[in-house]
């Protein structure tokens, strides 16, 4: 029997929709967000209009934002097909074993490993945490 405490809702059951409780819970939100790969897998998932998404679909999204924001001047990409495939793998393994994990325990997406799809609750609260910590690292 499955513990469906939503109310039939969008929001998971344990979502609570008032401030951080601190602690913990906060801890493990800097905690995931402190990592770069991790804020573009919640800006990609932030522009997307569906709240699903595939692992797949994810990597491309985070692997092109890491090389919009290692050449903002758009110089073309000299690197070859296999350093590009292998790239693309490092993220995926990345993402699969420590940003994925970590945004989903500090209740940001849920992530299920066995199907490879990522659901992402959004939250306002989560945006002005990615602006935060967008604004620090630019100063």
């Known amino acids: 029997m499955s513990d469906d405490r939503s109310g039939g ?8 929709a008032g401030p951080l409780d601190g602690g913990e819970s906060i801890d493990l939100l800097a905690d995931a967000l402190a990592d770069r790969r991790a804020r573009h897998v919640v800006s ?20 092109e934002r890491e090389a919009r924001a290692e050449q903002p001047d758009e110089k073309p990409d000299r690197s070859g ?3 590009r495939e292998n790239h693309r793998q490092r993220v995926a393994i ?32 989560i945006s002005a945490y990615l602006e935060f910590f967008d604004r620090e690292a630019n100063v």
């Open 9 to 16: 809702d969008d929001l998971p059951p344990w979502f609570d």
């Open 44 to 63: 990609a998932l932030e522009s997307r209009s569906e709240n699903t998404v595939e692992l797949g679909d994810l990597v491309d999204s985070v692997v």
């Open 81 to 83: 097909p296999a350093d």
């Open 94 to 125: 990345a993402l699969h074993h420590r940003s994925l994990p970590k945004l989903d325990d500090a209740a940001v997406l849920d992530y299920d490993p066995r199907t490879n799809t990522v659901r992402f609750w959004g939250d306002g609260r």
